[in-house]
């Protein structure tokens, strides 16, 4: 049974343009939510990151907006460049441990 | 430089052949784990550590083994390889704590024939 629910597979979006990633999760007692961004032929990077008792949070162009009682987090990401087309992967955790559920990647081409 | 290194970086191997992927990190991070990445299926966690000698099965553990003797090495062996097992590995290490970021690896490209 995936844990975390990853959609759309990909995403095609003009520059300048809003991307939006979403992702669901079933298991209430995960207590930390980051995304990572992977550029081909490269390991995946922490992009962003969040913790349930916040609903949103913001590092520059990306945010993550948390939704509790649904049990669903996106990615937004404002003012979309070439540079940001990659494959984003959100994900699900315990700040505790260290046994991570990624989602199945969204890969994200934006256009000039 | 603060890095993950994994080696090989890509291997072609036939089936039963033993064979184990080198994972060692220099950030003196307590924890590390192994993922493999398959199209359409993401990342899955197939072992992870928290410190030395303490291992646990992710969630798609079998066919594999890990061992951690020291801090900074985490090695994956495969003892009978087959071909399901085709796949792109990631090693990761992180500290804990608050946001436990993982640090990633370049990666292993296997190919079981």
């Known amino acids: 049974q995936q844990q975390v629910k990853q959609s759309p597979q990909s995403l095609i979006v003009q520059k300048g343009g809003i991307s939006i990633i979403n992702c669901a999760y079933e298991n209430t007692a995960f207590d930390y939510f980051p995304w990572y961004q992977q550029f081909p032929g490269k390991g995946p990077a922490l992009l962003i990151a969040?913790?349930?008792?916040?609903s949103e949070k913001k590092e520059g162009r990306f945010t993550i907006s948390f939704n509790k009682s649904a049990k669903q987090f996106s990615l937004h990401i404002m003012d979309s460049q070439p540079g940001d087309s990659a494959t984003y992967f959100c994900?699900?955790?315990?700040?505790?441990?260290?046994?991570?559920?990624f989602g199945t990647g969204t890969s994200l081409t934006v256009i000039p | 430089e603060a890095q993950v290194t994994q080696n090989p970086r890509y291997l072609i191997t036939v089936t039963g052949k033993k064979l184990t992927v080198t994972c060692s990190q220099n950030m003196n991070h307590e924890y590390m784990s192994w993922y493999r990445q398959d199209p359409g299926l993401g990342l899955r966690q197939i072992y992870y550590s928290m410190n030395v000698e303490v291992t646990d099965k992710g969630d798609v553990p079998e066919g594999y083994k890990v061992s951690r003797k020291e801090k900074r090495n985490f090695p994956l062996i495969l003892e009978s390889p087959s071909p399901n097992q085709t796949s792109l590995y990631f090693c990761a290490s992180s500290f804990p704590g608050a946001y436990n970021e993982q640090f990633f690896g370049p990666g292993t490209r296997l190919t079981v024939l």
């Open positions: 994900a699900a955790s315990y700040l505790a441990g260290n046994q991570f559920y």
């Open positions: 969040i913790r349930p008792d916040v």
